[in-house]
Nanobody, 125 residues
Framework: EVQLVESGGGSVQAGGSLRVSCTVS????????VAWYRQAPGNKCEMVAE???????WYPNSMKGRFTISQDNTKTTMYLQMNNLKPEDTAVYYC???????????????????WGQGTQVTVSS
């Protein structure tokens, strides 16, 4: 059974840093691409970062600079390091397998593979 479980969300002041984690079971990152998405109230679901084959990190242009995606040696836990956080980064962050478009209507979506339950990140000004 495929499962994705996020952890590490929380509250931080603007300018701070936070790292969220996603641990998967039923597959490894050698088997499937994975990605971080986020969705804030009233906004669409947007991709933050993607981990492609052999650990290659890819970022949408709008996300380059403050976010870093990585994986551990077991290739079953990935991380999203977020630095210099801004209030507009406040959202529920999801990890997903077999990611699709950079921007989709809602997280989770049937257009993407499997999803975690999401973890809340709140950035206060």
């Amino acid at each position: 059974e495929v499962q994705l479980v996020e952890s590490g969300g929380g509250s931080v002041q603007a300018g701070g840093s936070l790292r969220v984690s996603c641990t998967v079971s039923g597959f490894t990152f050698d088997d499937a691409d994975v990605a971080w998405y986020r969705q804030a109230p009233g906004n669409k679901c947007e991709m933050v970062a993607e981990l492609r084959g052999h650990g290659h990190a890819w970022y949408p242009n709008s996300m380059k600079g403050r976010f870093t995606i990585s994986q551990d040696n077991t290739k079953t836990t990935m991380y999203l390091q977020m630095n210099n956080l801004k209030p507009e980064d406040t959202a529920v962050y999801y990890c997903a397998s077999h990611p699709g478009d950079e921007l989709i209507e809602a997280c989770p979506s049937e257009d993407v593979g499997d999803w975690g339950q999401g973890t809340q990140v709140t950035v206060s000004s």
